[in-house]
């Protein structure tokens, strides 16, 4: 036992996957939420792949050590992150009924990144 089990339980009493099922969203949950799930829980098989390095001294049996790499900012993530929010604002406009008459951020996302692409060119 040199994990330690965490479990803060649920808000809605009610599995993240139980509520995917229900919303009719289970394949979103599966090939979007899981993935991104292990790298914002920090889970163990995210750390180790992205976390983790082998150590160089030969004499250490090639043990793993921690590593925060310098990486660079990857824009499809954050075009990503921004078409998530535009469908969970579309889908509780959907189940409220609410109306919104302002710019979408998704498109303004959009906007931004097409121009800093055009400046990069
Ligand atoms: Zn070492």
Not at 13 to 24: C, D, I, S
Not at 46 to 74: E, G, M, W
Request: aromatic share 14%; with cysteine.
């Amino acid at each position: 036992m040199f994990l330690t089990e965490v479990n803060l339980g649920s808000w809605s009493g009610v599995t993240t996957r139980k509520m995917a099922e229900k919303g009719g969203c289970l394949d979103f949950y599966n090939y979007v939420y899981m993935p991104f799930s292990a790298c914002v829980h920090s889970m163990w098989h995210h750390v180790a792949k992205y976390n983790l390095k082998q150590c160089q001294n030969v004499l250490h049996r090639f043990h793993s050590i921690p590593d925060v790499p310098t990486l660079p900012v990857d824009l499809n993530y954050f075009y990503l992150a921004a078409k998530y929010l535009q469908k969970t604002f579309a889908r509780f406009d959907e189940e409220t009924g609410v109306s919104v008459y302002v710019p979408s951020a998704f498109d303004l996302v959009c906007e931004g990144i097409d121009a800093l692409s055009v400046e990069g060119e």
